[in-house]
């Protein structure tokens, strides 16, 4: 059982401004689209998901793995990512995975142990979430250092982990204990979520999780892939804002008058992404790229951890210039399948 605390809004801002004197602090801003944004004496809760994933905070798009000769190097403060939902949290399922199994990236490792989450629950959603859909609830489980709830002047606030306990006690000033019509709000707003998307992805008819898995499998050569890849135009927007997507490339370069061996974001729905030196590719063909995609997340890791390598953010739906829909693809999968 989570121990939980309450918090009023000022004194949210009063523990941030406290937490920026050891923290990079960075806080979804908006008011219908969130973008992530450096923490500048303001905040306000976001209601759901902010445009881009963690998967930045984590995993930049350009780090340096390696440097030789000279490098001066700058010690930076951790992050604190504040208004991570759910959606999110569930991706680094995937990335802790890839980078933490077997052959550990140090990179990624340092930023998991030092970088601090404040998670909240989802109080919205936008028509391309599908979280539920998926068996993801609305409101962070776990994953967080502390998440937010948001009630009548202010926040439930659950620890999540022994670092969030700690700021928690070091800040205790802040925190109060909650009263019972703190936790009947919040129970509240947490059904009325989950009713609301409910209702909403019941009017999509969305395929069943559970027959994710085999449309993927026993539709290796369904005609869905050449029809859909008809419409793509190869901008990568899918896999670049994808929270769980993963791969990179590997380059050495220059900087500075150093010599640098960096890692920059890469990804399966780029034509080179898959040759290899002698030129050969297994994944020349654009419906073979956006095949691969589907089967990376809806085959291999199930296979592979027993989940779906999707959290039904929808961002790749909202991204895609062509309107390719993941959601009307497994419809297509689903009815040409049983037909």
Not at 122 to 148: M, Q, R, S
Not at 272 to 294: C, D, E
Request: with cysteine.
């Amino acid at each position: 059982m989570h121990k939980t605390f309450f918090i009023k809004h000022n004194n949210f801002t009063k523990f941030l401004e406290d937490f920026s004197a050891r923290y990079l602090i960075y806080i979804p801003a908006g008011e219908t689209e969130y973008c992530w944004q450096q923490y500048a004496g303001a905040f306000s809760f976001n209601t759901y998901r902010p445009v881009t994933s963690l998967r930045q905070f984590f995993s930049p798009s350009r780090e340096s793995t390696q440097t030789y000769f000279s490098y001066n190097s700058k010690t930076k403060k951790p992050l604190c990512i504040v208004g991570a939902k759910s959606c999110d949290l569930t991706s680094l399922i995937i990335h802790d995975f890839v980078f933490l199994e077997g052959a550990i990236d140090t990179h990624y490792q340092t930023m998991r142990e030092n970088n601090f989450i404040i998670s909240g629950d989802c109080t919205g959603y936008k028509n391309v979430c599908f979280c539920l859909a998926l068996g993801i609830n609305p409101y962070p489980e776990k994953y967080f250092d502390f998440n937010l709830s948001p009630v009548s002047n202010g926040y439930i606030v659950t620890i999540g982990s022994p670092k969030g306990e700690q700021a928690i006690q070091e800040n205790k000033t802040f925190f109060e204990n909650i009263h019972d019509n703190h936790t009947a709000e919040q129970h509240k707003k947490r059904e009325d979520i989950v009713q609301n998307l409910t209702a909403y992805i019941r009017s999509l008819q969305l395929t069943d999780k559970n027959a994710l898995y085999d449309l993927v499998k026993n539709g290796y050569e369904h005609p869905v892939w050449s029809k859909e890849a008809l419409r793509c135009v190869e901008c990568g927007a899918c896999i670049m804002n994808c929270p769980t997507c993963h791969c990179f490339l590997l380059y050495d370069t220059t900087e500075s008058a150093a010599y640098l061996r960096a890692k920059t974001w890469d990804g399966c729905q780029y034509k080179n992404f898959s040759r290899v030196a002698g030129g050969a590719n297994p994944l020349k063909l654009r419906q073979q790229r956006l095949r691969n995609r589907y089967v990376k997340k809806f085959e291999f890791f199930p296979d592979n951890i027993k989940t779906y390598a999707c959290t039904g953010c929808g961002r790749c739906v909202e991204s895609c210039p062509a309107k390719i829909d993941i959601r009307e693809v497994f419809k297509l999968l689903a009815a040409k399948t049983t037909a």
